[in-house]
């Protein structure tokens, strides 16, 4: 004889939500893997950006030296600052050290987060220096 209370009916009432809590854990694990990527593949392409920025910035001020009229060094920051404006960079966030024989640029760029927000992050900033070294061939 099976004794009331202890069929299926009675166990489906205790378990009743728990597929809620489930989907709920589901879900914030689903939120925080596509914030992984889509915010994750924008701070690469961000600091992918900055670097080329950095480095291109860095190749155009050395490339105003010649060997007859030497290496100008407020000609090179001005060069770098120029190629910086010119790829979208703000001059705020462009650094510029002149050394007697090299150039080096760090570029900062912010981007705005998508899913990161819901943490409170609303913006990430990455870096990226490059440098270039003034040499003359024959």
Do not use: C, W
């Amino acid at each position: 004889m099976i004794g009331h209370g202890h069929g299926y009916g009675h166990g489906q009432q205790r378990d009743r939500g728990s597929i809620s809590v489930v989907m709920l854990l589901l879900l914030v694990i689903a939120l925080g893997g596509a914030g992984l990527v889509v915010d994750g593949g924008r701070a690469m392409v961000a600091r992918r950006h900055a670097a080329n920025t950095a480095e291109a910035a860095a190749r155009a001020a050395v490339s105003t030296a010649t060997p007859l009229s030497g290496f100008d060094r407020s000609k090179a920051r001005a060069a770098a600052l120029d190629y910086a404006a010119r790829a979208g960079v703000p001059a705020r966030d462009v650094t510029v050290e002149v050394g007697a024989d090299f150039v080096s640029v760090t570029v900062v760029e912010r981007r705005s987060t998508v899913f990161l927000i819901l943490g409170g992050q609303e913006t990430m900033t990455v870096r990226a220096t490059g440098t270039a070294r003034v040499i003359y061939s024959d």
